[in-house]
């Protein structure tokens, strides 16, 4: 079903579809990526493991417990909130080399 998808959307944007995401999360390494899953979905518990491997010591996983697809933010604000600023903070307001602070 995935490949009539991808061959649908070929046929009808005329531009190809994004290699798949299992592909592509190795080239991100070693700049860091957040994997957030609902831990109420077991599937999505898997892909977000497996992409989590895949990334590597880049990755971070962080499976919310008790709650379904994009549910973390609405069953935890404070949490979701909390957990995204941090790595936010930790990534991305670190001295890049060569930059000026």
Do not use: C
Not at 31 to 40: E, H, K, L, T
Request: aromatic share 12%.
């Amino acid at each position: 079903m995935n490949h009539f998808h991808h061959v649908m959307i070929e046929f009808f944007s005329k531009v190809p579809p994004a290699p798949p995401i299992k592909e592509l999360i190795p080239l991100i390494s070693p700049r860091p990526i957040y994997f957030v899953a609902a831990g109420s979905d077991s599937f999505e518990r898997a892909i977000a493991t497996r992409y989590s491997e895949l990334a590597g010591t880049s990755a971070n996983l962080w499976i919310v417990p008790d709650t379904g697809h994009l549910g973390g933010i609405f069953n935890d604000p404070d949490e979701y909130s909390r957990r995204m600023i941090d790595f936010f903070d930790r990534y991305l307001l670190q001295t890049m080399p060569g930059s000026n602070p």
